[in-house]
């Protein structure tokens, strides 16, 4: 009989990004699951503060995917392992600046990506999510 | 032993619209036993270009398109498991559906559909998931 795989829920080290919490909303940062990670999409929160960041879409961008970098180093995995991104905006005029900073992201052989424009909520300019593949390190801590 | 990430190119580099238009992402990307397939739009495979036409038409040309991806990289249109379409017009559905009938005949894979703004006027983008 095959085994069931565990379910694990992924916290971020940095508390001001979880947000699922602070805005007492009913999901998770993350789940991991055998070998992937999948987590909830995420925004423009600045780390230091845990507030939201508007304004220009290229720091929003890569404020999220900054944060984004960080829930994956705390689920024991890394930029390098996602295999697939989500990345909604509010408007399609920002997809040029968003390009230029997701670049910079993913380097090299980046993952598979969606884009697309639709209502997101708190006002902010994107939403990105993304399945990864877990570390090689084994369940994390 | 640890599972890979590898990234798989498509047959002809005309199909690699991350390349040809220059966007920062992979057509295909193998994670484990499963092949993560970006958002296609409808491109003319000889021309490498953009291929503009009504939301039906789109919908054959990606999904032929997808057909040639996934057999190239070992799988194949019956391994889909999930499908995730974006339609400029949800008015469109309908049109788009009849493709769809047509392309995954038996058992088709699971699928959402929604009504978004797309970037650079195309009508449809399709995702996929599917079994290596």
Not at chain 1, 110 to 139: H, K, Y
Request: contains cysteine; neutral net charge; charged residues 20%.
């Amino acid at each position: 009989m095959t085994p069931r795989l565990a379910r694990s829920v992924i916290q971020p080290e940095n508390p001001r990004l979880n947000v699922s919490r602070s805005a007492n909303l009913p999901h998770v940062p993350g789940i991991r699951a055998g070998d992937y990670i999948f987590l909830s999409g995420m925004g423009p929160i600045d780390p230091e503060t845990g507030d939201r960041v508007h304004g220009p879409i290229a720091e929003q961008v890569r404020l999220t995917l900054g944060n984004m970098a960080h829930m994956l180093h705390s689920a024991g995995s890394s930029m390098d392992r996602v295999l697939r991104v989500h990345v909604v905006l509010a408007d399609l005029a920002d997809v040029p600046e968003m390009d230029r900073v997701y670049r910079g992201f993913f380097p090299v052989d980046p993952p598979a990506r969606t884009v697309w424009s639709m209502q997101l909520r708190f006002g902010n300019g994107c939403e990105i999510e993304c399945v990864a593949l877990a570390g090689d390190a084994g369940q994390p801590a | 032993m640890s599972v890979t990430r590898s990234i798989i190119s498509p047959p002809t580099p005309t199909l690699d619209a991350g390349k040809a238009l220059g966007q920062p992402t992979s057509m295909v990307v193998r994670g484990g036993p499963f092949l993560f397939v970006a958002g296609l739009t409808a491109i003319d495979p000889l021309s490498g270009r953009r291929e503009r036409g009504t939301a039906a038409s789109e919908t054959v040309r990606i999904l032929a398109n997808l057909k040639d991806m996934l057999e190239a990289a070992g799988s194949s249109l019956d391994k889909v498991v999930k499908v995730n379409v974006l339609l400029a017009s949800m008015l469109e559905a309908p049109n788009v559906n009849e493709v769809f009938a047509r392309t995954f005949p038996s058992d088709p894979p699971a699928r959402t559909t929604c009504g978004v703004a797309l970037p650079d006027g195309v009508k449809v983008i399709i995702e996929c998931t599917a079994l290596a």
